[in-house]
């Protein structure tokens, strides 16, 4: 017979018929009180005092979604059928965290792929609470501005990359003296993504002059979710489909590193308290405590004021420019 089955048995057995007494780990011995040294107290608790947790406002989550794989990066394409089952699929996990009568709106950037998205996690909302038996308010999708892409500066006005490279894919064929410089730095960030690399750390890490720099777009997003924070009635769940890149930037500014970058239908989660004064950023398993921006701290480095003072120029600071005085 092996060891381990012989102990085993002695164990079960208890002390052997000769006194010899078991194992050492179950021998008792007898105490006082009459109780045998292992067997548990069993006493009534005494009722301490009641303490009551002050009913605080309940947090609000902002479910920020990557749309799901697109057909193309080179123009304001649609999804793919994988994109399409992602969207879907996410919408089906989001269900099972939707409680009973909540209210979940549905938002988006305002471009197609993200508008898709929306429709495809409504309907996986929508099959989840159905198949649960949970009754909910599914409201949109609807565009919201505060939650777009980042911009790029064209002749044309600021534009989404995407939609931006349809403006670089006509006028590569220029001269590189003739080329402007929105359209060498969107090269640059193409070509990037055509070898392979990160153009959302590079657009992160590198100063590009005709790019919405990273704090803004972090900033715009912050003021986005206090629009929406302030403006919810009862319980709200907010799902808002947009881009790696500001949510990416919105990760790393909350964390204080950057994760990398959001995969396909992967989320990062914000819950805010009703009175802005903080929220909770989770992340690829972190979550970060952060306090939200308050007014007052805002700088306003890309705002025109038209207040502020305009530089003097040289002749301005050499007195007035006589006039010369005319024929006749």
Do not use: K
Not at 107 to 126: H, K, N
Not at 168 to 176: D, F, K, L, N, T
């Amino acid at each position: 017979m092996p060891p381990y089955l012989a102990r085993y048995r002695q164990r079960r057995a208890g002390p052997s018929p000769d006194g010899r007494p078991g194992p050492f780990h179950l021998r008792r011995r007898a105490l006082p009180d009459g109780r045998e040294d292992g067997e548990p107290v069993l006493e009534e608790a005494p009722a301490g005092p009641e303490v009551e947790l002050a009913a605080g406002p309940e947090p609000m989550d902002l479910h920020l979604v990557r749309h799901g794989e697109t057909q193309s990066y080179m123009a304001d394409a649609g999804l793919t059928p994988r994109g399409t089952w992602q969207s879907r699929r996410w919408g089906l996990a989001l269900a099972a965290r939707v409680r009973e009568g909540e209210t979940v709106r549905l938002l988006c950037a305002p471009t197609s792929r993200a508008l898709r998205t929306a429709d495809q996690v409504r309907l996986g909302v929508e099959d989840g609470l159905s198949a649960r038996g949970r009754r909910a308010t599914v409201v949109g999708p609807e565009p919201m501005p505060e939650f777009q892409n980042f911009q790029v500066w064209t002749p044309l006005g600021p534009m989404d990359p995407t939609r931006a490279a349809g403006e670089y894919g006509r006028r590569w064929g220029r001269p590189a003296a003739r080329r402007p410089l929105w359209l060498l730095e969107l090269g640059r960030f193409y070509r990037l993504q055509e070898g392979g690399g990160d153009p959302i750390a590079f657009w992160m890490t590198s100063p590009l002059l005709t790019f919405e720099p990273p704090a803004a777009v972090v900033r715009r997003f912050w003021a986005g979710a206090a629009r929406l924070v302030a403006g919810a009635r009862g319980r709200t769940r907010f799902v808002c489909c947009t881009h790696s890149g500001p949510m990416r930037a919105f990760a790393a500014w909350a964390l204080g590193h950057d994760a990398g970058e959001p995969l396909n239908a992967e989320e990062v989660r914000v819950r805010i308290w009703p009175d802005l004064g903080r929220a909770m950023v989770t992340y690829r398993g972190r979550t970060q405590e952060i306090e939200a921006l308050a007014e007052r701290d805002r700088p306003d480095w890309w705002t025109h004021r038209a207040t502020s003072p305009r530089p003097r120029s040289r002749a301005s600071e050499a007195g007035p420019r006589r006039r010369a005085p005319r024929d006749g």
